[in-house]
């Protein structure tokens, strides 16, 4: 059969690529035709267009390139006509793939599935509608969205959760690995490590990188470590690193995270791989006006936490430091107890157990492409 994907982000192009792989397995007459990146490329077919020429966040960003986003759209409506797929397989990525779902809906007899449905019980739910009239076939990745869908009277199938497969995989790749050899491979010290993931995106690093080394000079005994984002050089991070003497490494995240005794997380995706690696954490996010984005928060927005793990356990497992909570004293206070009181710690590490327990085995990409091949040969 033949596979149109879509995905506009680098995690896009990573879940992408997985799927393609998972689908080769279960098809072996497998063509691709899509827009991702050079993950997805290296699973063969057909790149169209990259992501780094769609990833436009903001609003000023988008009118700026206002035109080159409708070219895209129009070079992704004509290379569906043209390639005619058995599917069209939108991963994330909403704002893009919700209007090439309209467009295939009302032009085409082509089937659309979602892999990784967009955040719509954070914000932005009448967007649901828009599923319900254009999207076939809904395949989630976070168990609690099976429930959120369903009182909307739209059934989803939930497959587990690629991160959970991400982890699972480094494991079994790096079974070998010590924490003499990391400290060794990394010239770092004997003391505890304690993680810094301060965000994949710049301004993310600038907000909060400066808070979390001010933290770590109360905690001597033990050593900060910044886990470095893809694509951001070393250079960006010098300058918040002037007067410590904290280590940055890149592309050894998951590494950092087997070996570190705490972290200190913004919020995302980086919450979760810290809790299936049972690392007790703070989850701390500056944001601009902190009173006003807080109310924004309580009123406006339909769910009650920002953090991944607190939403899949459904309560507060982890302490989420953001807008008006975000403060030096708030941080040290918390990372003091994670550190140092271990019943609270270990309320943490069982709470962790359960979320991962949860979302369930391994094997989200298989179980997808399962899935997909199965529905598209019955229908």
């Known amino acids: 059969m033949k596979y149109f994907l879509i995905a506009g982000e680098a995690s896009g192009d990573l879940h992408g690529a997985n799927l393609m792989q998972a689908l080769k397995e279960k098809d072996v007459n497998a063509e691709f035709c899509y827009f991702g990146g050079d993950l997805m490329q290296n699973q063969g077919g057909i790149l169209l267009k990259h992501y780094r020429e769609m990833a436009f966040m903001g609003v000023i960003p988008v009118v700026m390139n206002a035109k080159t986003i409708l070219r895209n759209m129009k070079t992704c409506q004509d290379e569906i006509l043209k390639f005619q797929p058995d599917v069209v397989i939108l991963i994330d990525y909403p704002g893009f793939n919700l209007k090439m779902a309209k467009f295939v809906k009302k032009n085409t007899y082509i089937p659309v599935y979602y892999y990784i449905s967009p955040k719509v019980w954070a914000w932005k739910e009448y967007r649901v509608k828009s599923f319900k009239k254009y999207v076939d076939e809904m395949f989630c990745i976070l168990p609690f969205e099976v429930e959120f869908f369903k009182k909307h009277d739209y059934k989803v199938n939930y497959v587990g959760n690629p ?14 690995d010590t924490l003499d050899k990391f400290r060794t491979d990394n010239s770092l010290s004997n003391k505890p490590l304690v993680a ?4 994949s995106r710049k301004q993310e690093i600038k907000d909060n990188l400066p808070t979390m080394l001010e933290v770590m000079k109360s905690f001597p005994d033990y050593q900060p470590v910044i886990a470095g984002a893809p694509g951001i050089d070393e250079e960006y991070y010098s300058q918040y690193l002037k007067n410590s003497d ?35 954490q703070v989850v701390c996010y500056k944001t601009p006006v902190p009173p006003l984005t807080y109310w924004v928060f309580k009123h406006l927005l339909t769910t009650k936490y920002i953090s991944l793990v607190n939403l899949i356990a459904d309560e507060t497992v982890v302490q989420e430091l953001f807008a008006k909570f975000f403060s030096i004293k708030n941080i040290k206070a918390e990372l003091d107890k994670i550190l140092h009181d271990k019943t609270y710690r270990n309320q943490m590490l069982q709470n962790y157990d359960r979320i991962i ?3 369930g085995e391994a094997g989200a990409s298989e179980h997808a492409a399962s899935l997909m091949v199965e529905k598209l040969k019955n229908q």
Not at 196 to 199: D, H, I, P, S
Not at 246 to 252: D, G, L, R
């Open 246 to 280: 904290c280590k940055i490494i890149f592309a050894q995240t998951y590494r950092l995270l087997s070996y570190s005794q705490a972290a200190l997380v913004t919020s995302g995706t980086a919450t979760l791989e810290t809790a299936l690696f049972r690392v007790p």
């Open 196 to 199: 810094l993931l301060a965000g």
């Open 163 to 176: 991160t959970v497969d991400e982890v699972v995989d480094f494991r079994k790749r790096n079974e070998a």
């Open 357 to 359: 327990n949860i979302l």
